[in-house]
């Protein structure tokens, strides 16, 4: 069993504050500041550009996606890191629809995270090639997978709510069409057990700064399944996806491997302390991690509808299909959650009228969730949210 | 004018170095490490989620623009940090495309940077619309605009030979023809004076990590003309470059302005140590830093020319067509490089034959420019570079 004490003390918790919002931003890992200091003063500052070669800045890309690796299901080799989760989800559906050239149908659904959707209407508008975008409700998928479908972009676990796709049926449902499918595990990697390489998943893409705790802007990651990456295209063509990038070839031949997912100079500062933060992981299995997950959610839930009653459940009831946050909704959910950051419990807010909280084992605890419950019930008990002063903050986190 | 003593005196020089490399990765500024630490630990660590609002890094990717706009030409509000250098020729590429819908010609040079042209080809693969890349000899670009150009798109200063393209006359000729022009400032920002907006230029592109000192893998900056900004689509339409990004909005409505060059989660660490290092800049005019590295880089040809008749200069002899680097050729010039930076000069090599040597008087003054003549002079006059340590050293900076 892990030792959750331990896996909490590499946190810098703020004092008077539950934190169930590392679902949006991880916090800081203790030795974060130290590994940034390091990297700029001895790293940057005294070996100035010998550090590509003698701090291995150039690898950490691949290194750093090995760590991921782990976390989700996929084996060494097959994931690398590198701009932000809008650029990789880009950089997946251009390729997947490459390899499906008949095809014209992208299926996502409703509840994908907004820039999903605008990334794939984006480089369809580009394509001019008379592909549609399907967002059908997320119950709806399943139904509609048909031979039409050439690819079928899902977040494994809904930002709102919390629901979470079934990645193993659908994946397979998806192959016996003919299609490919993308998952995009923002709220998976580091939250919940993800199989990539069991559920043959074809392209899989994720952000940092969430459960992994690298900071705000910390890289993604991308994964192409073994046997698809010597026939993907890269769109994005940058110099650091080439065979040989220091040839200065004037051609673009792509790397044999993963590494031609990369595009341009990585962010060494960012990545170093995303590494670091990965430090947390080391020991750690994500069933340990996704039984404590539970227990926690359950107890919350169990709390909240016992002293709330003016909150509806918004995530699903089955912690078989929920991923490791908990929703509710209600109509003045933004003056509530202003409220309760106020008393120092910070959650989050989705319009229209979700107030959500994550739930992240490695350093949140049974006294958190008590504690949550309490100021929860209190605010609610109280209509503290219900005076102007909640009402007006502008909404921007 | 302005105290180089002073200006100096705010980098990390490690002792024994001579950096004539700050053409590929400026040197660390000592104010960044502090800022770096309080961005992680006061801002990240103290404010959590709330940093977004509180320590206002969402404004940041608009707010550095500004501080790189003065620099380049530019009016407040017209450029935008984000993504790499890479990702920024291509939204800018494809948007420039989208412009001129009856035109198939893209030109560019051979003498610009790889990954220029690795994205313009990997665009051109996508789209499948008969688009072409002429890449002429930078001497033929001029000669070869007419009105089958859609878009040319040149890097103003040459990252071999520091040959500087006369920004002003090609962007008129070309606009004279209908076409738009993107400019890829790499190897100008805080190199030499550019005037984008008495240019007129469409568009342009940069990276931070050179003469602007961000650090290794500060991100890239966007500007685009602002008459052209509300008829710009956006292909890499990402959330944060949405009108009302946290409105959840299931359908993309691009920004009014330069933000629509947003894509995802900007990295808030690594550009807090490019907006500290820009402070460097306060009070610097480029015109002063132009007198001053033309000066130095005079002063470098006419001592090595002196002393080394086996190199041959491959930089423009005349200053105005050059930028803030001076190159030699030479057959071994990999190996005279290893030998170099052996003796604490630090310079670059580019295959096949050329050792570059980037001029940056913010940091640079005429005693390193007299010892770094010094050290090459002794080098090759003593051969110290014809055995087989040098020669076999992998070439990967």
Not at 80 to 88: C, H, P, R, Y
Not at 118 to 127: T, V
Request: with cysteine; proline share 6%; glycine share 8%.
């Amino acid at each position: 069993m892990i030792d959750f004490a331990a896996t909490k003390s590499l946190f810098h918790l703020p004092e008077g504050i539950i934190y169930l919002d590392g679902n949006s931003l991880g916090p800081l890992p203790k030795k974060a500041a130290a590994r940034a200091a390091s990297v700029i003063s001895d790293e940057w500052g005294d070996m100035l550009i010998c550090g590509w070669n003698e701090a291995k800045w150039m690898e950490q890309p691949a290194r750093v996606g090995d760590k991921i690796a782990r976390l989700i299901g996929a084996v060494p080799g097959t994931v690398v890191m590198g701009d932000t989760l809008s650029i990789k989800v880009y950089q997946a559906l251009a390729s997947a629809l490459e390899l499906r050239p008949d095809r014209k149908v992208v299926m996502s659904d409703s509840g994908n995270f907004p820039t999903d959707l605008y990334m794939a209407d984006g480089l369809i508008k580009s394509l001019g090639r008379g592909h549609v975008l399907k967002t059908p409700s997320p119950e709806q998928v399943e139904g509609l997978i048909d031979e039409d479908l050439a690819v079928l972009m899902l977040t494994h676990v809904d930002y709102r709510t919390g629901r979470m796709h079934d990645m193993q049926r659908i994946t397979q449902k998806a192959h016996d069409a003919g299609a490919l499918v993308i998952w995009d595990l923002a709220h998976s990697a580091g939250a919940v057990p993800v199989d990539l390489s069991g559920c043959k998943a074809d392209f899989a893409v994720g952000c940092t700064y969430k459960y992994l705790n690298g900071g705000p802007g910390s890289p993604a990651f991308i994964y192409v399944r073994p046997d698809h990456v010597q026939h993907v295209r890269p769109a994005l063509s940058g110099w650091l996806g080439h065979a040989a990038p220091f040839a200065f070839d004037p051609d673009y031949v792509p790397a044999p491997d993963i590494s031609r997912m990369r595009v341009g100079t990585p962010p060494v500062i960012q990545m170093s302390v995303l590494e670091t933060a990965l430090e947390a992981w080391d020991g750690v299995t994500m069933t340990d991690i996704r039984a404590r997950s539970v227990d926690l959610c359950e107890q919350f839930i169990a709390g909240v509808e016992a002293r709330c009653p003016m909150l509806t459940l918004a995530s699903p009831r089955d912690a078989a299909q929920r991923g490791s946050q908990v929703s509710f909704r209600f109509d003045q959910g933004y003056a509530v959650m202003q409220a309760l950051i106020d008393r120092g419990l910070i959650g989050d807010f989705r319009a229209p009228d979700i107030i959500r909280f994550g739930f992240t084992p490695l350093y949140i605890d049974q006294d958190d969730v008590t504690a949550a419950i309490g100021i929860l019930a209190d605010v609610m008990a109280q209509r503290t949210w219900d005076c102007a002063r909640f009402q007006k903050r502008q909404a921007v986190t």
